[in-house]
């Protein structure tokens, strides 16, 4: 390919002038119908979750627990200790439940089933071996784009599995030692403790959804050897704890933490014990803090579910919630079939050239691709309703005439503005290293600015000498 736009004669229909939101998920008839409604959760058991006594799985059928019963009604139909959070979810129909199985490693963009790409939500449920180099970039890269993660430790010397490493090691090592942001991304780090036990009691917040979920109300939890995490606002101001070991607060001593990163959500609980159920495996010895009258686990386990998979809350147990979202694709002229109405980019940017075909139809939004210094832009505002979960989606082709396998000359940044134009999160940003043949799908949740009105900017950057192309088609943000 030749250092210039492609014979880029960008037709007449062009657009002006600067700013760009491109929310959606691409509606495709290709896209499962249940994408849209249920909420996508992946637990792990490919880092030593079965070592030792321990038994961190809903079912023993792997990757699908639907395999061992396709229609659960009580926790026994699924084997494992997590089992009964597993059929709760199920149970309400809201949720797509998946299994990493033994042997499997963590990815993201791949093209796997079980590739992060697909979810909406990561339990890590005491992992026992380190993760990877590229699985730490994985789960860092899924968290930034927009997915939940629920990380489930266990006291300091838990190592299971006798490889020298327990969760707490294993977590603290994700949170510090990976490609992607290794400056405290979450704003806490865990405590090398083991507090015997005790029934650490919820902060006072009525509006907390993890508090006060569609689940029910959470009020204490359970340690049973288990540890704390240290907050640290000034790294990560959303950073926030729920519920503290007994005499501590602020800081300190938090058993149940929740933040964000990027576009996504995060969680922390110091044990296992309180999502054990007490039944697994034959030979294991487990013990039933998921039914402990004494605290309200099940509640607090589920309701972080939903809140860290952006579901609007139709499970079980009674409470408030949301439910009320309606069903809907926001974005207007999605697949730009109508030229520049709807949108505001850069002189140009959507076109029908054959010079870079379009997904589907005939015009698509083509950024850069002239080998000279350039920016270009394009977006679109939209508002998305209270109490939804939405989903940007979009396809991506990047071509390039650089030659390198290392160094970034040009960028794509996709982000998401406030009415006011200041950056809220940058979702994703690409290079001519990204250069592929053909459309690529992104996803990114954007169930954080519901209630808001935002802008998603696309903002390509062209180094002065050769080309890159990034073309956009087929963009949508469906809520539900």
Known sequence: MLGFRKSRHRLASALAVFGLV???AAVQASAPAAAATQHRVLFDNGHAETAGNADWVISTSQPDPLGQDSSPSSETDWTGALSSWGVALQKTGDYSLRTLPSGSSLTYGGSAANDLSNFDELVLPEPNTLFTTAEKTAIMTFVKNGGGLFMVSDH??????????????????????????????????????????????????????????????????LIADGTTATLKPSDNSAVKG????????????????????????V??????????????????????????????????????TEWLAGAGGSGGGGGGGGGTCTAAQLLANPGFESGNSSWTATSGVITNSSSEAARTGLYK?????????????????????SGCAATL???????????????????????????????????????????????TLRSFNLSAYAGQTVTVKFTGTEGSMLQTSFVLDDTALNVS
């Open 22 to 24: 491109v929310t959606g």
């Open 393 to 439: 989606n979009f396809f991506l082709h990047v071509d390039t005439a650089e030659t390198t396998t290392t160094t970034v000359y040009d960028t794509l940044k996709a982000q998401v503005l406030n009415s006011g134009g200041t950056v809220l999160s940058t979702l994703a940003t690409y290079s001519n290293l990204n250069a592929a043949s053909g459309y």
């Open 242 to 265: 729920l519920v503290y070991r007994s005499g501590y607060s602020g800081n300190t001593g938090a058993f149940f933490a929740t933040s964000t990163f990027g576009s996504g959500k």
């Open 156 to 221: 300091t010397g838990a190592d299971r599995n006798n490889d020298g490493y327990d969760a707490v090691e294993i977590f603290n090592d994700l949170m510090t030692n990976n490609s992607v942001d290794s400056t405290d991304p979450f704003g806490f780090s865990i405590d090398t403790l083991d507090v015997g036990s005790g029934y650490p009691a919820a902060v006072s917040d009525s509006t907390n959804p993890v508090l006060h979920g569609s689940f029910g109300t959470v009020t204490k939890s």
């Open 267 to 304: 969680a922390f609980w110091g044990d296992s014990s309180p999502i054990d159920d007490g039944t697994g495996q034959s030979g294991n010895t487990l013990y039933d803090g998921w039914n402990d009258t004494g605290a309200t686990n099940a509640a607090l386990a589920l309701n972080a």
């Open 365 to 385: 939004a083509w950024m850069d691709g002239y080998g000279t210094a350039r920016t270009d832009t394009l977006a679109q505002t939209v508002t998305v309703p």
